[in-house]
């Protein structure tokens, strides 16, 4: 995101750019993970000031398709097929703090700060909603939501809301880090992973799902990346999708 000036506040221009930019880059076969970091200060302020004002007298109509922009975007974020990282350097407010929980990993400096602010403005967080509840749970919700307190980084990732905490100048090194990983893992179990995730979390461990799962294991051996990984494996060698590097003292 770069809109320092306004903290990367969530402009309709800025959410449309960014799901077409999750689109774009989740069908692309050369990426094999996606980073969501911001320029400036701040690494989200939430909604735009300036549209507020607007919508304030806005018709119903408007409102909502400004809510499903929004909608859009979480969903889009939260169903990419590349693993996605937040890199989370600063202030992180209300729509910020719902993309990070689309995210599949988040990385915080320990300088940010978070928080749920929408009740201080007689709103709610509606959309990022279902993304927040399963990041931080019910119970941590019930005193953010209603509070809009600001939420340290080390509170944050107490409840779970962000995965690591970075000393400062150190978060690039940890996404990186993290991307790294990313690249030993085949792109086609990364992303079939992903949907098992979406799809068994919250379901009862009964006889539907157990045959789900099975199902899924049985067709993911039988792709061209199961078949190399079980191959590389027993060749002792790295799978196709593992590419050298001249600086890898593997190699």
Not at 146 to 171: K, Q, Y
Request: aromatic share 4%; hydrophobic share 45%.
């Amino acid at each position: 995101m770069n809109r320092p000036d306004v903290r990367n506040a969530l402009s309709p221009t800025l959410i449309a750019e960014l799901t077409r930019a999750f689109q774009a880059l989740g069908e692309d076969p050369a990426i094999r993970a996606v980073v969501l970091a911001g320029h400036g200060k701040a690494f989200c302020a939430g909604a735009d000031l300036n549209r507020m004002k607007e919508s304030a007298q806005a018709p119903e109509a408007e409102n909502r398709a400004d809510a499903q922009a929004l909608a859009t975007l979480l969903y889009t974020v939260h169903t990419c097929p590349k693993p996605v990282i937040a890199r989370i350097h600063g202030p992180c407010m209300a729509g910020g703090l719902g993309l990070i929980s689309a995210c599949d990993v988040a990385v915080a400096a320990q300088q940010a700060r978070f928080a749920l602010t929408e009740t201080r403005l007689g709103l709610i967080p509606a959309m990022i909603s279902p993304y927040v509840l399963r990041a931080m749970g019910e119970r941590a919700a019930r005193r953010w939501f209603l509070t809009g307190e600001v939420i340290t980084a080390a509170e944050a990732w107490r409840m779970g809301l962000v995965h690591e905490l970075c000393e400062d100048g150190a978060i690039d090194q940890r996404v990186h880090q993290l991307l790294e990983a990313f690249m030993l893992a085949s792109p086609s179990a990364l992303a079939e992973c992903k949907r098992l995730i979406r799809d068994v979390a919250g379901q009862a461990i009964a006889a539907p799902i157990i045959d789900e799962t099975i199902a899924r294991l049985a067709a993911q051996r039988a792709t061209p990346d199961g078949r190399e990984g079980l191959a590389s494996f027993l060749e002792k060698r790295k799978p196709a999708w593992v590419v050298e590097r001249d600086d890898d003292p593997g190699a």
